[in-house]
């Protein structure tokens, strides 16, 4: 069973900052595509950003400035540093692997809250 673990989410303040962390298992993390998909209060779930193994992103306009994907080839992980949060990035984010050859996502994290509120 592919199992993908999340952590980094919480309660913050607005102008806040958290470091969301999803790691998944080697076999899997090498040949896919990383990304994070939120799912705000009311609001269709969509994609925030995305990252491929060689370190090309897509960042949605929305958050793009303020949120950064990234990932650690070695540690089978990728993050998504959310800086300057706005009560508006309020929902739960999601982990997903994309694969290279079809577009949606194939495997999805637990998700994890994201609270922004004074």
């Known amino acids: 069973q592919v199992e993908l673990v999340e952590s980094g989410g919480g309660l913050v303040q607005p102008g806040g900052s958290l470091r969301l962390s999803c790691t998944a298992p080697?076999?899997?993390?090498?040949?896919?595509?990383m990304g994070w998909y939120r799912q705000a209060p009311g609001k269709q779930r969509e994609l925030v950003a995305r990252i491929n193994a060689s370190g090309i992103k897509m960042t949605a306009d929305s958050v793009k400035g303020r949120f950064t994907i990234s990932r650690d080839n070695a540690k089978n992980t990728a993050y998504l540093q959310m800086n300057n949060l706005k009560p508006e990035d309020t929902g739960v984010y999601y982990c997903?692997?994309?694969?290279?050859?079809?577009?949606?996502?194939?495997?999805w994290g637990q998700g994890t809250q994201v609270t922004v509120s004074s």
């Open positions: 997903v692997t994309i694969p290279y050859y079809s577009e949606p996502p194939d495997y």
């Open positions: 080697r076999n899997i993390f090498e040949i896919r595509r």
